[in-house]
């Protein structure tokens, strides 16, 4: 009597369709509309480096909005189309890249966080011949051996942040220093990088080991560290090998016999640190808390706004990255990567976008990016909320570079 | 050196205790139930998180004692609703289905929590080593183990001297038999994956005082116990928790000479021990075939 139309599994499995069916697409769309200037990120949403990816999402999405709300890019709506690159599957990268590319025909390509996975990606893009911003993957060859004419990076080479903190380092501290690695691209080209600016300033490398990726556990390095007696012990680890590492290194109270310190650190795992943890001397790529300097408190708000917390240098990868591609395809009065790319070649990005003490441009003959770097330490509580870091010295990214010849990168142009 | 690998040994035990507490609630509902429960990281993190919300209303020791019972109880939950239909079936098909669960909890903890690590901060003076000298013995160290041995030593009680505990070791060996005797199964199982769940958080609440509290934590510490019940052998809690001392020690040895090599180490061991012993050290032969 009672007939029903409906079973609960029709429901069920409806239901489950509906939701299956949420997958395939990508992560966010905005603006979508058939005449737009289309740009790719493929960047890290889910595993280690879930965070930092996110934050580089954030910051593109803020740049995109203010780009379409200045007129887009050439006179089209610019859009953005997310996707999830994984923390460390090349294979997957290289894929949603293809997929971006091929499928829904982006203008420009944006990612990686991981370093292994930019290089990766800069393959495709470059054999595709489209421009591609490098956001945060860090590794020098990206710019360096590596380097394309189409690929642009907006992080720093790990050499430059090297060469940045040495000098502190071992006027202040001593010349004995132990390595705690990350064991990947990253890693290694910083750890070779902090060798060699430390060298030169006459300070030593008295042991160092290599940790995996997605390490734990940090005890059993920490005790040779120790074993080895050096004045500073140098974390190149990042996001959470970092968080799992200096908690550690505090839990042993290392820090009152041997310095702690570093090349890179993000105002990411300095928040997710507990207050006691936030210690050492570091290079941040961007800092939040410029003083005096115009624009940024703009920014820094505008950030504010979508995630109720000050911005992080990766928020600034992402607007700058966003950024660039309007700026270039404005130059060149083009679409086409070699065009724009040519007209990136010693660009200098405005102060609104460049948000810094020193002027950005993105050096030619390498595609780097020329910002400035922020020495100091990390801080339990600032002034303000969320003010984890006393920067003490501010270095222009040009003096810390050395030259292009140094990168190693020699650039070829498509006939 | 003798002092540096007598420091890793003892290191290596107490990371060993941490990896055996998580491998024990793994291996109790391995033994009883068949379940191969790959989500168990995600309810270790849930502990985790759910401890790092309660600690500003209850504090460390009040989160320490809730986080574990709560998530106990959504463990009950999980297994009544989705475990339960899959009970006397395939394997495989748990497997497929807390493996996805894994990714659902990372997933939903990143949604409700956030992307980024978290400051799980633990009492003060716990946090201090206990001497210069022995500067890895710390407080929170030697409590974590001391709470290991507790809640190891509160299994073994519950399993040998309560009618519960005597249950559920009937039924590892033969459940068929238990439910002719007029015991409802169905309970039993419920009750002895809670029991797994509840040790899942606990491990969680004490990893987050440790490691940073991030949604991965719980699948970057989900492989040691696997390799821990293997290693030690399936159907044995004893094993189990030879297994996790003994990877740890292996892994803290392995960081003195090679420390790239410290997580490679215990899938070496693993291998060594399929080869040579697949039951496990202290398994039993045929189990889950």
Redesign the interface.
């Given at each position: 009597m009672c007939a029903s139309f409906v079973t609960r599994r029709a429901v069920v499995k409806g239901g489950l369709a509906a939701a299956a069916a949420q997958f395939p697409r990508p992560f966010v769309v905005t603006a979508r509309a058939a005449d737009t200037v289309k740009i790719g990120l493929d960047n890290p949403l889910?595993?280690?480096y879930?965070?930092p990816?996110?934050n580089e999402l954030i910051g593109c999405q803020l740049a995109l909005d203010e780009i379409n709300a200045k007129g887009g890019v050439l006179g089209r709506m610019a859009e953005l189309i997310s996707e999830d690159s994984t923390s460390g599957d090349a294979g997957t990268a290289v894929q949603k890249a293809r997929k971006l590319i091929d499928g829904d025909h982006v203008d420009f390509l944006l990612g990686n966080v991981n370093s292994a996975l930019s290089l990766a990606m800069a393959q495709v893009s470059n054999e595709k011949g489209i421009l591609h911003i490098v956001p945060g993957g860090h590794t020098d060859a990206v710019t360096g051996a590596s380097c394309h004419w189409n690929v642009f990076r907006v992080c720093n080479m790990t050499q430059m942040e090297a060469n940045a903190v040495a000098a502190s380092l071992v006027k202040e501290y001593g010349k004995n220093f132990y390595y705690i690695t990350p064991?990947y691209a990253f890693g290694h080209t910083l750890e070779d990088g902090m060798v060699r600016a430390i060298k030169a300033l006459g300070g030593t490398r008295v042991g160092g080991?290599?940790?995996?990726l997605?390490?734990?556990?940090f005890?059993?390095?920490?005790?040779?560290a120790?074993?080895a007696n050096p004045d500073v012990i140098v974390f190149l680890t990042q996001?959470?090998d970092m968080?799992?590492a200096l908690?550690?290194a505090?839990?042993?109270?290392?820090q009152d016999?041997i310095h702690l310190a570093g090349a890179q650190q993000e105002l990411?795992?300095l928040?997710?640190?507990?207050?006691?943890a936030r210690i050492g001397t570091w290079v941040m790529e961007w800092y939040w808390n410029q003083p005096g300097v115009p624009h940024v408190d703009a920014f820094v708000d505008a950030i504010k706004k979508r995630t109720g917390r000050v911005p992080t240098a990766r928020n600034w990868f992402g607007y700058v990255s966003g950024w660039t591609c309007a700026l270039a395809a404005a130059k060149a009065n083009s679409l086409k990567a070699v065009d724009m790319a040519k007209a990136l070649q010693d660009f200098h990005l405005p102060p609104e976008i460049a948000l810094g003490p020193n002027p950005a441009f993105y050096r030619a003959g390498q595609n780097q990016l020329m910002a400035t770097l922020f020495v100091g330490n990390a801080q339990a509580k600032g002034e303000a909320d969320d003010d984890l870091f006393k920067v003490t010295k501010t270095v222009a990214g040009a003096d810390a570079a050395g030259t292009v010849e140094d990168s190693g990168c020699k650039m070829t142009w498509p006939a | 050196m003798t002092q540096l690998l007598l420091f890793n040994v003892f290191n290596g035990l107490i990371v060993g205790a941490f990896y055996a507490l998580m491998a024990l609630g793994l291996s109790l509902i391995l033994n009883l139930s068949g379940i191969i429960n790959f989500a168990h990281g995600g309810f270790l993190a849930l502990g985790a998180y759910l401890a790092y919300t309660l600690i500003p209303w209850i504090g460390f020791w009040g989160a320490l004692i809730v986080a574990p019972l709560l998530t106990a109880a959504l463990g009950l939950v999980v297994e009544r609703v989705l475990i339960r239909p899959l009970y006397g079936g395939d394997p495989l098909y748990s497997l497929l289905l807390t493996f996805g669960l894994a990714y659902i909890f990372e997933d939903l903890s990143r949604l409700v929590w956030g992307a980024q690590g978290l400051p799980f901060a633990v009492p003060r003076w716990l946090t201090t080593p206990l001497s210069s000298q022995f500067f890895f013995l710390t407080g929170y160290r030697l409590f974590m183990i001391a709470i290991v041995a507790v809640a190891v030593g509160g299994l073994f009680a519950i399993l040998g001297y309560t009618r519960l505990g005597m249950r559920i070791r009937a039924g590892t060996r033969d459940l068929d038999t238990v439910a002719t005797l007029g015991v409802n199964t169905r309970l039993l199982r419920s009750l002895n994956f809670g029991l797994g769940i509840y040790i899942a958080g606990l491990a969680g609440v004490l990893a987050a005082g440790l490691l940073g509290l991030s949604p991965t934590i719980g699948s970057s510490l989900i492989m040691p116990s696997f390799v821990a019940i293997i290693v030690g052998g399936l159907g044995s809690l004893l094993g189990t928790l030879l297994g996790g001392l003994l990877i740890g020690v292996a892994s803290g040895l392995t960081a003195v000479f090679l420390p790239a090599a410290q997580e490679a180490i215990i899938y070496v061991m693993m291998g060594l021990v399929l080869l040579a012993r697949p039951r496990g050290l202290l398994g039993e032969e045929g189990r889950l075939h």
């Open positions: 889910t595993g280690t879930a965070a990816g996110k064991d080991d290599l940790t995996p997605g390490s734990t556990d005890s059993a390095v920490l005790i040779k120790q074993a996001g959470e968080i799992n908690k550690q505090v839990q042993f109270g290392l016999r990411e795992p928040e997710g640190l507990p207050p006691e | -």
